[in-house]
């Protein structure tokens, strides 16, 4: 059953964090309901809809930022009071707008996450969750890595409160009291978390979850375990979910689940006969969807997806029809009633530009003054620097309150700049002067279309080389004005978290030993290695694992006081480790007592890893170099069905052949490189220096055959 919505745009409030749209429960089964929003600027707005206009119920003054609100009340009783968390303060507000609370947690760090649940608060800042009851603390518990969201089952189903917060290391911890139960392994950094059905389902126990790469399941929580019930992959690359809301918005009496994402995409996803998750409708909005729920807002009787971007647009995407099919009376009624609304809009439109001259004038004037002091205008910036797993890039995401003039990208590494489909920004590459000692290795300028306000770039670091990834943006405002953000290339960049790694592989390892402390180490890796928490973990030891996103490699790190072990089946990720590990500690005036154990298979075995790639690339590259002449003869002979099959089929695929090519510059450069990095590395292990014959090694390649290169690094 497919579904066709109609958009409608309510009301812009200010710049919204995630999770900061909330409808009141209807006071009739198909009646209108309210909305409550919070933004940036510490407002609390709250509207309903009267002849097609928003009007407003109540709206609080200024104050701090708001980053989360929830709706709470009695438990069996309608969720219709609001709460709003602003610093480490939670404040509650009735349905017309009168503040009933305010509670101050205490916390060194602002609050980021919330749930109410009758008298229970639940509350998270970076690493801390919270758990008060009638505003007394009750239970505690510190994090191994970032809390993004939180969700409680629903104690009156349960009989009992179990608290489940989303963590950035890929994990969904299920807490008791302020114990640890169990943690879940979810295939991505979960971002968000919602109750399926909004009550957990039947029984209570299943919710929903989105990470941060676009993932999206279904997990049921019991009280020693858990069953992943099912799993969506991100196979389109679309951006990741910021938002989930589940409601019956086709009308088939099964509830829909709603998903907003990072990128604007709204989606709605149906159940199948075999109570499958399938996606029945999809709308794309202009910049990033931070609240999604079902209802009923604009008109009575019409269902609803509403959401609600970055910027503080409250849109509606409603089954209303736009040009309802009705008699002659209702025409002239309809025309009336659309007449009346463009004069209004009309009327608004010309006031509007009234005030805005009369702010140039007053501007152009007090410009003119000798004591006249420009003021910087202030602006919001959301920005994502984020490790794709799928091509090994790097995704920068940049999304402005105001329309984006341009940007400015700089490095001081060398880094690969990706093509981006969504990406209709005119780029100007600049040339650079990499020879300097603080040079530059890129820099480019993105000129952005009017109304531009969200820009997304994909570049890719080479492992080894580190150092900062700098962007410079400049808004369409006056007087000019231009934001720094600056984002880190670490020394195993393409590295990512995982959950295990195989331990039949063949492994090097790296020891160090010496007097530093367990938050030193710690500080070290994390300059080294992307998905480090910031805080030093608890306990006295710790054992991370991670994947190398490109080649597929593994590392295992185990650290504590005094003492590091790494093993990688990668000499080269073991090479960069010891040679930025001790400089580390050398800045420190660290003394290391550094020993490794080399496996000569582990040299074989990274080879036949790279292979496949390689051999795609070189089979690429060979195709390439055909399509001009095969289309030559194509035209001469004036139909291709001369050709040999495999020719044939070149000529067919050409576009496609061209588009991969063009979206992987250098990439048979990298994988020379890190050829040519792995036999460096193998010997400089040996105390050999074989730079003389890299001129060789590229000669192998050149001719590449595996068995030949594999004898080459033996031999050599």
Same mark, same amino acid.
Request: with cysteine; aromatic share 8%.
């Given at each position: ?15 919204? &964090? ?14 209108? $309901?309210?909305?409550?929003? +919070? ?11 009267? %002849? ?33 968390? @602003? ?61 993004n969201d939180i969700v409680c089952?629903? @104690? ?11 963590? #950035? ?41 989105? /990470? ?9 929580? /019991? ?31 099964? %509830? ?34 931070t609240s999604i729920q079902g ?11 509403? !959401? ?6 409250? !849109?509606?995407? /409603? ?21 009346? %609304?463009?004069?209004?809009?009309? @009327? ?16 152009? #004037?007090?410009? $003119?003054?000798?004591? +006249? ?18 091509? @090994?890039?790097? &995704? ?14 700089? &490095? ?73 953000? $600056? ?55 710790i054992t991370f694992y991670f ?5 597929? !490699? ?51 075995? /990274? ?17 390439? #170099? ?13 139909? +291709? ?22 979206? $992987? ?26 730079? !003389? ?22 031999? +050599?």
């Open positions: 059953m497919e579904i066709n919505l109609n958009r409608i745009d309510y009301l812009q409030v200010g710049v919204i &964090s995630q999770k900061t749209m909330r409808l009141l429960p209807a006071l009739g089964r198909k009646a209108t $309901q309210k909305v409550a929003v +919070a933004d940036h600027d510490g407002v609390i707005t709250c509207f309903g809809m009267k %002849k097609g206009e928003a009007v407003p119920v109540f709206k609080t003054l200024p104050g701090q930022k708001i980053t989360r609100l929830d709706l709470g009340g009695a438990l069996g009783t309608p969720q219709e009071k609001i709460f709003v968390c @602003a610093g480490s303060e939670v404040k509650g507000y009735t349905k017309k707008g009168k503040q009933f609370l305010s509670f101050e947690a205490n916390l060194t760090e602002s609050i980021n996450a919330m749930h109410v649940s009758g008298a229970d608060l639940f509350v998270c800042a970076s690493y801390i969750y919270n758990h008060y009851c009638d505003c007394k603390d009750q239970d505690y518990y510190l994090s191994g890595d970032k809390i089952l629903p @104690a009156e189903n349960l009989g009992r409160i179990v608290p489940v917060l989303a963590c #950035q290391d890929r994990v969904l911890r299920v807490l008791q009291g302020s114990e640890l139960v169990y943690d879940i392994e979810v295939p991505g950094p979960p971002s968000v978390l919602e109750l399926y059905n909004r009550d957990g389902g039947t029984n209570g126990e299943d919710i929903l979850y989105g /990470t941060v790469d676009g993932k999206l399941g279904l997990i049921r929580i /019991t009280d020693s375990s858990s069953s992943s019930k099912w799993e969506i992959d991100n196979e389109k690359k679309k951006g990741g979910v910021l938002c989930i809301d589940t409601y019956d918005i086709l009308g088939d009496g099964v %509830k829909d689940i709603l998903v907003g994402r990072d990128d604007g995409t709204v989606e709605v996803y149906g159940f199948d006969s075999s109570n499958e998750p399938t996606l029945r409708f999809e709308h794309v909005l202009l910049e990033s969807v209802g009923c807002v604009g008109k009575e009787s019409y269902d609803e997806v509403l !959401t609600a971007t970055y910027t503080g647009w409250v !849109t509606g995407l /409603t089954t209303e029809p736009q040009q309802a099919e009705a008699g002659p009376g209702d025409e002239v009624k309809m025309s009336r009633e659309t007449q009346s %609304k463009v004069a209004a809009l009309r @009327a608004e439109l010309d006031q509007l530009q009234m005030k805005v001259v009369q702010g140039r004038e007053k501007y152009q #004037q007090t410009a $003119q003054s000798s004591t +006249a002091v420009s003021a910087m205008p202030v602006f919001s910036i959301n920005d994502k620097f984020t490790l794709c797993q799928d091509d @090994a890039s790097y &995704s920068l995401t940049l999304e402005v309150q105001t329309a984006i003039d341009n940007l400015l990208l700089q &490095s001081d590494v060398p880094i690969d700049l990706l093509d981006v489909d969504k990406n209709s920004a005119v780029v100007s590459f600049s040339e650079c002067d990499s020879e300097q000692p603080k040079g530059n290795f890129l820099l480019v300028t993105y000129r952005c279309q009017a109304n531009t306000t969200r820009l997304e770039l994909k570049v890719r670091s080479i492992e080894g080389q580190y150092g900062t990834l700098q962007a410079y943006i400049t808004p369409r405002l006056q007087p000019k004005t231009c934001q720094v953000r $600056q984002y880190l290339i670490k020394p195993l960049s393409l590295h990512q978290r995982t959950h295990t790694i195989e331990q039949d592989r063949p492994m090097n390892t790296l020891s160090l030993v010496g007097q530093f402390s367990f938050a030193e180490i710690h500080s070290w890796v994390l300059f080294c290695l992307p998905e480090v928490p910031e805080k030093t973990p608890a306990g006295e030891n994947q190398n996103t490109f080649l597929g !490699t593994q590392l295992e790190a185990t650290y504590c006081k005094g003492e590091g072990h790494f093993k990688s089946d990668n000499i080269s990720t073991i090479s960069i480790l010891k040679d930025v590990l001790s400089k580390e500690a050398t800045k420190r005036k660290n003394n290391l007592d550094i020993s490794y154990d080399i496996n000569d298979d582990s040299v074989g075995h /990274t080879l036949k890893m790279i292979h496949p790639k390689l051999e795609y690339q070189l089979l690429l590259a060979k195709k390439v #170099q055909l399509i001009d002449a095969l289309k030559e003869l194509q035209v001469h002979e004036g139909n +291709a069905d001369f050709l040999i099959p495999e020719y044939r089929n070149i000529l067919d695929e050409s576009a496609y052949l061209l588009e991969e090519y063009k979206k $992987q510059p250098a990439h048979l450069e990298r994988l020379y490189g890190m050829i040519t990095d792995l036999f460096i590395d193998k010997f400089k292990f040996k105390g050999q220096n074989v730079k !003389t014959k890299v001129s060789l090694l590229l000669e192998v390649l050149d001719n590449y055959d595996l068995d030949s290169l594999m004898n080459f690094f033996n031999e +050599a």
